[in-house]
């Protein structure tokens, strides 16, 4: 009974906060490949933009979690999720805009993405140094610890207040946007423009709002997304290139251009990362008297061990991309 | 008209190397060109995947590790504690324990000419896959540790450096042929997130297995294929390595320049620039493409194979993105694309830039810790020069994306010659 709550703990609980949190940044990065028919590579580095706003918010305003009861960062995040969405929108204006009204192959953005995500690496490192922080400074994170009604579990489930709130987050936005695309005007729109972008401009949208709206959603998310993760761990000004590729393996799985597909993406490549990196050997620990002795059940056994877990979003890449390349939900190819 | 340009932004280059070696001293100066020599070979190798056929290549630091890691084992001498050992013979085993493992799966996926139905074939072939890589991993990782403690890592097999280079070269091109023929089928970005993903696996494998390569100890001192600095002292050797390199570029150069000129070059470009009406005339575009993404990635293992030489020592931690990534495609774009000359100029030039930033940057930050303690009393934090480093970040990444939208073909444009 104590291995399973273990495998709850490592497996379920983990895989559940990973998984929301590549959702997050996936819904971004999946919607402006929709839309404007590039791979963002900054994407990551506007997460931990986003975070470090909620940061600088903590730190001017560490008392204000005390009012509401909530985590002080959690309280934030509204404002740093805007600033954030302008930032990515300035972003646009001044970066990509320029290349787009050239008509340069799409190949040249990436690139120009990946200069803009050197950019604000830079300034964020310049800023802030490389060490990690933490956003319980000033208050204490509550942590619920569960126990089950049986005889034999005398461990307890594990979780913490920021978890809980992640995947309440999680909820919210994906039902928002679920009723953002299907039932506002804007939204249709930018499915319009996700499908045919010349014959949605001829018939009259708006397309510049449609990439600015675009630019919003992703850039709050990404910020929500890595304030999230940073009130479940520490905000880690590094992480850039480490969690960009789970997220781009989650949108692909997902199908790209498809917001369901990248939270479902989200969520393989999440679960992918905690059960590749399980240690299967305790699960086999009860049986103990029932496996033969001439079995010699390893100490570990992990399908991948924990420094290479970035060789599983990348496994699971490929593998979609050999069989499957329109992913799960059927999205564009590439 | 076209030659005058390219004589002016090589004199001013010379003129620029001359102003360093004055300036820096000549071992200091030597080395920097040895150096950026190894860096002209890489950017040659990225200027005709990106110039040649428009191949997006984010991975450049993994071939790099893989040209320095090889050239470390085939060089590096040989290490008797673990061949006299009963070690090998067991890492022998591992070994043989995976190609069965690959043969078992391997045949279970042909076994579709037995009438084994597709479905049924996937899942075994899946499951043989995953068992037989679990018991590789779980014997490996004892083998592994034994070496560790007893031996430290298996060491080189004490080849000369030459031979350690191809190889090097060579184990780029297996990698990027694998990687290609996944990839290449499908729209460009998924070749950047592939090869940005194979480039991190790369390192984190050479970090963690530290029977393979001694992970952060690092292995030194790595045997160079011309005399060393503590035989001949520091000018002398830094010269002769220099030969070795410039005569490789010079090499490679002319070989490119042929290869650009020839019918071969010419349905690259064409692919490149209108791939449909390419595939309309009968070329096979994907394998085309494969073939030079292929023979670049040997270049850049070659290149990286040289760079690590040089720097006589393998740390697998050692290998940045930003250093063995972004920094030659600065080299490549800024150079102009496409130009083989250009991507030469611009290796030299970005890399003399980068290698002189270093200390402009921490002198620069410096002085602005200085005045900023004596008029605003300011405190600069402890690791200002950590991030004073930064700033080179920051830099690389505006000049990206300044030449992308200002001057998009480079210092040296492709030169479009009309054979008509």
Excluded at chain 1, 48 to 55: E, P
Excluded at chain 2, 143 to 163: Q, T, Y
Aim: aromatic share 12%; hydrophobic share 55%; with cysteine.
């Amino acid at each position: 009974m104590n291995e399973l709550i273990f495998f709850f703990n490592k497996v379920v609980v983990a895989g559940t906060v990973i998984g929301s949190i590549y959702a997050l940044g996936a819904i971004g990065v999946t919607l402006v490949f929709a839309i404007l028919r590039f791979s963002h590579f900054a994407h990551a580095d506007i997460m931990t933009f986003g975070a470090f706003m909620s940061y600088i918010l903590v730190v001017a305003f560490p008392e204000l979690g005390g009012y509401v009861g909530l985590p002080t960062g959690f309280v934030v995040m509204p404002i740093a999720m805007l600033v954030t969405a302008f930032f990515a929108v300035g972003l646009d204006k001044a970066f990509y805009k320029p290349l787009r009204d050239n008509n340069v192959k799409p190949v040249v953005m990436v690139i120009a993405s990946i200069g803009v995500t050197l950019m604000i690496q830079g300034v964020l490192r310049l800023f802030a140094g490389t060490t990690s922080r933490n956003f319980y400074f000033a208050e204490n994170k509550e942590i619920f610890r569960i126990k089950l009604p049986f005889e034999a579990a005398s461990r307890k489930i594990f979780i913490t207040e920021p978890q809980i709130l992640l995947v309440l987050f999680l909820i919210v936005a994906v039902i928002s946007l679920h009723f953002f695309l299907t039932r506002s005007r804007l939204g249709k729109a930018m499915r319009a423009m996700s499908d045919n972008p010349d014959l949605s401009r001829i018939s009259g949208i708006n397309t510049n709002v449609v990439v600015w709206t675009t630019w919003m959603i992703a850039g709050g998310l990404a910020a929500a997304a890595g304030t999230l993760l940073s009130l479940d761990v520490t905000l880690k000004p590094d992480l850039s290139f480490n969690i960009l590729l789970p997220i781009f393996a989650a949108a692909v799985v997902g199908g790209v251009g498809k917001p369901y597909g990248a939270i479902a993406g989200g969520f393989v490549v999440g679960f992918a990362e905690t059960l590749a990196i399980f240690n299967w050997s305790i699960l086999l620990r009860p049986f103990s008297g029932i496996i033969p002795d001439w079995i010699d059940v390893p100490s570990t056994i992990a399908f991948v061990p924990t420094e290479y877990k970035i060789v599983v979003p990348f496994v699971l890449l490929i593998a979609i991309l050999v069989w499957r390349p329109t992913g799960i939900f059927k999205g564009k190819v590439l | 008209m076209a030659i005058k340009r390219e004589f002016i932004v090589f004199g001013l280059l010379g003129l620029f190397i001359l102003v360093i070696f004055t300036q820096m001293g000549t071992a200091f100066s030597l080395r920097m060109l040895m150096e950026a020599s190894c860096y002209a070979i890489i950017a040659l190798g990225l200027t005709i995947q990106w110039g040649y056929a428009g191949l997006f290549n984010v991975g450049i630091m993994g071939f790099i590790a893989v040209g320095g890691f090889l050239t470390m084992l085939i060089s590096f001498p040989v290490n008797d504690k673990f061949w006299n050992s009963s070690m090998p013979a067991e890492l022998g085993m591992v070994f043989v324990y995976a190609l069965v493992g690959i043969a078992l799966t391997w045949a279970i996926t042909k076994s579709g000419h037995f009438g084994v139905s597709k479905k049924l074939r996937t899942f075994l072939a899946v499951t043989t896959g995953a068992i037989a890589y679990l018991v590789v991993m779980n014997t490996l990782g004892p083998v592994g540790d034994e070496i560790e403690s007893k031996a430290g890592f298996i060491g080189g097999f004490g080849l000369p450096v030459f031979v350690g280079w191809v190889v090097g070269g060579l184990g780029a091109g297996i990698i990027a042929y694998y990687v290609g023929h996944i990839c290449l089928g499908l729209r460009s970005d998924y070749l950047a997130i592939a090869t940005l993903g194979i480039a991190e696996i790369i390192k984190a494998v050479f970090k963690n297995a530290d029977w393979l390569t001694q992970g952060t100890l690092t292995v030194s001192p790595l045997p160079w294929p011309t005399p060393t600095p503590n035989d001949v002292g520091f000018i002398a050797a830094r010269s002769g390595y220099l030969v070795v390199t410039t005569i490789l570029v010079v090499v490679i150069y002319f070989a490119l320049q042929r290869a650009y000129n020839a019918p071969w070059g010419r349905m690259m470009r064409a692919i490149r620039d209108n791939e449909v009406s390419s595939a309309a005339m009968g070329k096979n575009v994907n394998k085309r493409r494969l073939e030079i993404f292929i023979l670049g990635s040997i270049l850049m293992g070659l290149g990286g194979a040289a760079l690590i030489t040089s720097t006589r020592i393998f740390d697998p931690s050692g290998f940045l993105p930003l250093n063995h990534t972004f920094l030659i495609w600065v080299m490549v774009i800024l150079g102009g694309s496409g130009n083989n000359l250009g991507a030469i100029f611009g290796a030299i030039f970005v890399y003399l830039i980068w290698i002189i930033s270093e200390p402009a940057a921490i002198l620069m930050f410096q002085t602005i810790q200085t005045y900023g303690l004596a008029w605003f009393d300011w405190n600069a934090p402890s690791d200002l020069i950590s991030r004073a480093l930064q700033m080179r970040v920051f830099v690389i990444g505006l000049t990206i994306t300044l030449v992308l939208r200002f001057a998009p073909q480079g210092v040296l444009p492709e030169k479009v010659t009309n054979h008509g």
